[in-house]
């Protein structure tokens, strides 16, 4: 198949679209985005199998609890910050190749773990994945993809995802519904009682088992499906093999490469090894472009999207559901977040990357400022309401100092949970990967990537930490504190941010104006 996907053309401006193979583009971006599948299984999938995997551990410390889900995040900053550096000395593919191998042993090195502590350390390598597939799926997708196609390309990645996260809600689901609902195990602890996960399923193995043995089959096909790419003709140049490069870019663009090779050869002229300290700059010790790409990464988790998803079952019973109805909200969630990433794949080369960040801070602001007007206003679950026999949402320990919920501010809680996922999943959710794949120049793309990332690991880290306590003092509080983030997010953007949208990687730098130091 060949021949130009327009979009940027139908809205009359100039960006160039290039004939492209757009079947082959399309399979190559499909291909590398499956890391963000198994970045969206692996990370999510212990929502519904930690409470089985406590009570099969004996884990009664709260703190340990939290850290042992916790710890994966971990795992992903220490691969996003070696994650550049790979890519740059062993190839963007060798590194996705990497990632797949790892899936596949955290998937089944946490269904199989002897003790908690390798049950952690199953939990850091699959997050160690995570930490690479989100550095070199952008990298290489922005690398790959023709300027006018490159930001909804470069979604797919968010795409796969939410897909990733939809796909565990749903295995998690069939499995439960498979297990008899009483669970079996008997009660050793009444602080981590057995749940229907600890319930035995097929082949002698408990349901929490099989929801992370599941994650083998997408990591199989990502490992088998990555070997058939091609390498990014970017890297391929800053190796010297033009050549190389020359067939990729032909298998991408119709017409003659040889100039979109002279250019990119031109940006990466001189000797190049990828090297920290070309990121280094006069802000704050860091390039200013470097700057934005953090900021952004952080401001993607401040305004709070994990705490949905993480805590949802969490929140949901708090305010009314029980564990049955939980499930079910967060299925929903997660639909609402596979379905509104489609919409930011038809409008981010139409509308721009800026325009689009903008709409989805303000959206994500009324949103959580109403929820967070909600779950303030409404009367707190007390120590008086519990001994007094308790009321729904309001039955035990855990849940005093939450909202109590009547019916219709709980329907309004649900409806603008829903609107706030689906303002993030159209904009911050996808746009942020995009960018940080496209907006630096080659020669610092990778280093700066993996400090943008990291970045987005470790605040991803610092809200999933704090949420609990913060949810433990007020739930109000941190819907407050998320809202606020949105309003920064909005302003920063607002001042800081370029649009990319059209740029040919190679004048990123002029469009940021970056002065590179000739290396
Ligand atoms: C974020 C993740 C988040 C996911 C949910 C991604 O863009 O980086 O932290 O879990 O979106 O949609």
Not at 156 to 177: H, P, R, S
Request: proline share 4%; glycine share 10%.
């Amino acid at each position: 198949m060949q021949g130009p996907v327009d979009s940027a053309s139908a809205s009359g401006d100039s960006t160039e679209v290039a004939p492209v193979h757009t079947g082959r583009v399309v399979y190559i971006a499909v291909i590398a985005a499956l890391g963000g599948f198994l970045f969206g299984y692996d990370s999510s999938v212990i929502n519904g199998a930690n409470k089985a995997v406590f009570y099969q551990f004996q884990v009664t410390d709260t703190f340990l609890q939290g850290f042992a889900v916790a710890i994966a995040l971990l795992g992903s900053a220490v691969g996003a910050f070696v994650g550049g550096r790979l890519t740059d000395k062993y190839g963007r593919k060798k590194v996705m190749v990497t990632a797949a191998i790892l899936f596949l042993i955290a998937g089944i090195g946490q269904a199989f773990p002897i003790g908690l502590w390798d049950f952690m350390l199953w939990r850091i390598v699959g997050g160690f994945a995570i930490g690479l597939a989100a550095v070199v799926s952008p990298m290489y997708i922005s690398e790959v993809a023709p300027a006018h196609l490159r930001g909804r390309l470069t979604s797919l990645f968010q795409l796969a995802i939410v897909f990733g996260i939809f796909a565990t809600q749903l295995v998690n689901q069939v499995i439960i519904g498979l297990v008899p609902d009483q669970p079996g195990a008997p009660v050793l602890n009444p602080q981590v009682p057995p749940v229907e996960a600890n319930n035995e399923l097929a082949l002698g193995l408990e349901a929490w088992q099989w929801m992370f043995l599941c994650m083998v089959v997408p990591a199989v096909v990502y490992w088998v499906l990555s070997l058939s790419l091609p390498e990014s003709p970017r890297y391929l140049v800053a190796k010297g093999k033009s050549d190389e490069a020359k067939q990729v870019l032909e298998q991408i663009y119709v017409d003659d490469v040889t100039p979109r090779l002279d250019s990119i050869e031109d940006s990466l002229k001189g000797e190049h090894k990828m090297n920290m300290a070309d990121i280094k700059g006069p802000a704050l010790g860091l390039l200013p472009i470097v700057w934005v790409g953090i900021i952004l990464a952080v401001l993607q988790q401040f305004v709070g999207i994990n705490a949905v998803f993480y805590y949802s079952n969490l929140i949901w019973s708090a305010v009314g559901f029980d564990e049955s109805r939980a499930f079910l909200t967060s299925t929903i969630i997660s639909a609402v977040n596979v379905i509104f990433t489609f919409v930011a794949i038809a409008l981010i080369d139409r509308m721009g990357r800026k325009p689009l960040l903008l709409i989805g801070s303000a959206g994500m602001f009324v949103t959580l400022g109403i929820l967070t007007i909600v779950f303030q206003t409404a009367p707190k679950c007390t120590q008086a309401l519990i001994d007094s026999g308790g009321q729904a949402g309001c039955t035990g320990v855990s849940e005093l100092n939450t909202p109590i919920l009547s019916s219709s501010s709980g329907w309004i809680a649900v409806i603008m949970l829903n609107l706030y996922v689906a303002f993030f999943a159209a904009t911050w959710g996808p746009i942020v990967w995009v960018l940080l794949g496209e907006m630096f120049p080659n020669k610092i793309r990778a280093a700066a990537m993996s400090i943008g990332v990291m970045a987005n690991w470790v605040a991803n880290f610092i809200v999933s930490e704090t949420f609990p306590t913060l949810v433990g003092i007020s739930l109000g509080l941190a819907y407050g504190l998320f809202t606020l983030g949105a309003l920064v997010s909005f302003l920063y953007v607002l001042k800081y941010v370029k649009e990319t949208k059209g740029v040919q990687l190679e004048d990123m730098g002029s469009l940021e104006g970056v002065e590179l130091s000739k290396s």
